[in-house]
């Protein structure tokens, strides 16, 4: 993102011109996009965002991208939603915004709703419940894999003291059940300062 | 307790909170709102958060979403949308109007050492919850080996998780589970 884009607060027609991305969507077109991306975003919307903006409709370079979302992981919300916020934001102010949350969350939020008079009339009975064991066993697969593919990198790099935090969070949340505020209160502020050491 | 206002501000509060503490994701969320679901609310039991998050996972969408099933739980579609609204609305607002400042110091050590201090913490907390999920989902050599099987194919191939899944309800559908 240009310097530009990122800093008006107003809905900045000029924001098209200042960024170097050729093209930059219209409002409809956001909505698309993201109700495209949300609809097809089987197990997180992030990969086929960045699949479907970057490569399909070249709305954003990849550089851009990751910046973007590298700063939505970084603020408070759930990244994506804060993606399509800002993102539409700095193309067409409110209305772009608007297109873009409204399309991203709508369909699966009716979906989800969907599911979820779905399970609770039906959920418990015994010719779903065999199912519904099966689901979620590999649920669980699923987010072993993720956990195992986020921690990669640690491994790769043999980093010792990110390691021990991540383990630490793990001991502390999953095995012990702590609440969350607490041992995030305590290990984040030791991470950030394990990691401010280490880009020093 | 499904008309109850005091529930529906229960989630309202919970979910404001969890918002800001989700570190990395909104996934990050989940062993607190197991811990509040569950065990302090008791608005569900163990089963019933695994097999929820379950079909979160498997339905399209932002990850966020289990929280409109959890709030559809606990309080029908009221509590999906409080859940839904209150998990995304003040984070993202102030998101929204830190991102420009935050923007300017994409370059400074300081901004660098936080992103990546908090990435430990992420891996962590996603661990967590496939620790709280396989704990109630893996109770026999069955489940347990639904589980290794969904974790080598989606780690050591390309095959969509969406096929693992699909597979293996389809297998505890036909009552072999």
């Known amino acids: ?10 809905p900045p027609a000029a924001a098209n011109a200042a960024t170097p991305s050729t093209n930059a969507p ?13 609809i097809t975003g089987f197990g997180g919307v992030l990969a086929w965002a960045r699949r479907e903006f970057v490569q399909v409709r070249r709305w954003l370079t990849a550089d851009e991208f990751n910046d973007l979302f590298a700063l939505c992981q970084f603020l408070p919300g759930p990244n994506i939603v804060n993606f399509s916020i800002i993102y539409g934001w700095r193309l067409h102010g409110l209305a772009g915004a608007s297109a873009s949350f409204i399309g991203l969350m ?3 939020v009716v979906l989800m709703i969907i599911a979820g008079m779905l399970y609770e009339r039906f959920g418990a009975l015994p010719e779903f419940r065999g199912g519904l064991t099966g689901l979620a066993a590999a649920a669980a697969g699923l987010l072993i894999m993720t956990a ?21 969070t ?27 050491r280490a880009v020093r | 307790m499904k008309d109850d206002i005091g529930t529906l501000f229960t989630l309202a509060l919970l979910f404001t909170l969890l918002s800001f503490l989700s570190v990395g994701g909104a996934i990050s969320a989940l062993p607190e709102v197991h ?40 309080a029908g579609i009221p509590g999906a949308l409080v859940a839904t609204f209150f998990m995304c ?25 936080v992103q990546a201090g908090l990435v430990p913490l992420s891996i962590g907390l996603v661990a967590a919850v496939a620790l709280i999920i396989a704990r109630t989902a893996d109770r026999d ?37």
């Open chain 2, 89 to 113: 609305g003040p984070a993202c607002g102030v998101a929204f109007f830190v991102a420009r400042a935050f923007d300017r110091f994409k370059e400074k050590p300081w901004r660098r050492a």
């Open chain 1, 170 to 196: 793990f001991l502390a949340v999953g095995v012990l059940q702590w609440p969350l505020l607490w041992v995030i209160l305590v290990l984040a502020p030791l991470s950030i300062a394990l990691a401010w």
């Open chain 1, 1 to 10: 993102m240009s310097e530009r884009a990122a800093d008006s607060p107003v």
């Open chain 1, 106 to 108: 709508a369909p699966p």
């Open chain 1, 148 to 168: 195992v593919q986020m921690a990669e990198p640690l491994w790769r790099k043999r980093e010792i003291a990110p390691a021990l935090i991540a383990a630490a």
């Open chain 1, 26 to 38: 219209s409002v409809p077109e956001l909505f698309r996009g993201f109700f495209k991306v949300t």
């Open chain 2, 35 to 74: 811990r509040q679901a569950v065990d302090l609310h008791g608005w569900m039991t163990d089963r019933q958060f695994a097999e929820i998050v379950a079909i979160a996972q498997a339905a399209p969408g932002p990850n966020v979403l289990f929280v409109t099933l959890i709030g559809q739980h606990v």
């Open chain 2, 141 to 177: 050599a069955a489940t347990i080996a639904i589980t290794a099987a969904t974790f080598a194919i989606t780690y050591w191939t390309r095959i969509s998780p969406l096929f693992a899944l699909g597979i293996a309800s389809a297998v505890g559908f036909a009552g072999i589970l």
